[in-house]
């Protein structure tokens, strides 16, 4: 029997402190007015000391299970997939816990490492498995804890990356033209550029760099290579996607595009020809929160009503690897919790 794989529910969540512009300008050598027109960010959520990415990861899957109606217990899901660059330790995947915290019994569990496209390539599995018969319902996650990676002596990555956590339950249904079914995936990569975004330390190569530096395990950034490979993979991905579907690209109502900086938002939306407007855009309250970005994103816009049911609706995300990639669906019609 084909089976395709549609959006079931949506949930998402902020550690509770909210952090300024102005108060981060009161310990970086940084201004209000930079961070504000270098990246459009404005306010970025952190988790206090002690809260981990499963922690938030916990949250944002319990209210996409509550936005799907489905219960915490066995047989909710058969698959929990977990995005993240900050797992909870670097040892078992962060994944398994939080499925058996959620109380979904012994299902299948696993993290994907991706940096900021991770939740379009999990998206891209979960569907994979439903799409093959491997699972019913999938519950994937986009979670991050940034703050306890950003380097303290490092004013560009600190002023712009926050943490959260966004989830979808993906189910199967019969047929692709309901509401909600992914009518399209494509992912990328390249290695080549694995410098740009790049925790040095922490893995097996820190051995082969001689005695570990506490600071290699801190997140580094060359800023400006990343904006310019952002724009031209996200640009590049989607058009490939939107080819391959049919969609002719003005017929997108709204770009769901990686929130790292409406700098690179407004450009990608301006490269692949669609007006700034459909652009959704939530960088400001939240930063870049990686993994966490796409799902929190749509949580914000659906919960805005913004995402109107039947809308088309274009997903691409870039990150670290270099990794890039985009979905499309029509938007469902969903209680955001
Ligand atoms: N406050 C004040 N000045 C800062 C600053 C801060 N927080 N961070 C950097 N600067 C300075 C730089 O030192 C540089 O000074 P200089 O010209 O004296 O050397 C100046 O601002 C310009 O820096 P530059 O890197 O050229 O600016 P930019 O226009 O490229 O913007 C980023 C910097 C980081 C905001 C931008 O490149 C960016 O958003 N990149 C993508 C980031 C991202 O989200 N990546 C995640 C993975 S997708």
Known sequence: MTRYAALAGLGSYLPPRRVTNEELAGT???SEEWITTRTGIRTRHWAAPGV????????????????ANLPLAPGAVDAVVLATTTPDHPCPATAPQVAARL???????????AVCSGFVYALATASAQIVAGQARRVLVIGAETYSTILDPADRTTSVIFGDGAGAVVLSAVPDADRAGVLLGVDLGSD??????????GGGSR???????????????????????????????????LLDRIGWPTESVDHLVGHQANIRILKALAQRLGLPEERAVVNVDRVGNTSAASIPLA??????????????RVLLTAFGGGLTWGAAALIWPDLHVV
Request: avoid cysteine; aromatic fraction near 6%.
């Open 28 to 30: 970086f050598d940084t």
């Open 52 to 67: 981990a990415t499963g922690d938030l990861a916990v949250e944002a899957g319990h209210r996409a299970l509550k936005s």
């Open 103 to 113: 109380g979904l019994g012994t299902v299948a569990a696993y993290d994907i490492a």
């Open 191 to 200: 290695g080549s550029g694995r410098d740009l975004i790049l925790i040095p």
């Open 206 to 240: 820190e051995r082969a760099n001689g005695e570990p530096d506490q600071r290699d395990r801190y997140f580094t950034m060359q800023g400006t290579k990343v904006f310019a490979e952002a724009v031209t993979r996200m640009g590049g991905s989607a058009s490939a």
């Open 298 to 311: 749509l949580s914000d816009a659906a919960a805005a009503g913004t995402l109107a049911p039947g809308s």
